[in-house]
């Protein structure tokens, strides 16, 4: 991003143990009432990047960031409400929806 989000999250997770049951599913939604710039980050420590069910990992971490800057908003879509969605994958590099 050029400059400094507007909106920034950060979360961390460290775990000894975890076992799926099924293989686990993650999406992203990215909401926003006007234009913004959007990006999604995920880091794994000793974690492949596929997780299969019926496996125990451990000693695990993960770091997940989603930040957006927001930009003017378009005040006749503001007026009516209308509001753009999109999915955010992860891992996606800033982009604007």
Known sequence: MEREPDVELKVSLRAKEVLFECKPEVEVDA??????????????????????????????????RVAARLT??????????????RRLPRNTPPREF
Do not use: M
């Not at 003017?72 to 969605?85: N, V």
């Open 31 to 64: 909401y926003a009432d006007s234009p913004a710039i959007a990006e999604s980050q995920s880091e794994r420590e000793n974690l492949p990047d596929e997780l299969e069910p019926g496996v125990t990992y451990s000693d695990f971490a993960v770091r997940w």
């Open 72 to 85: 003017e908003p378009d005040w006749e879509d503001a007026i009516r409400a209308d509001r753009r969605t």
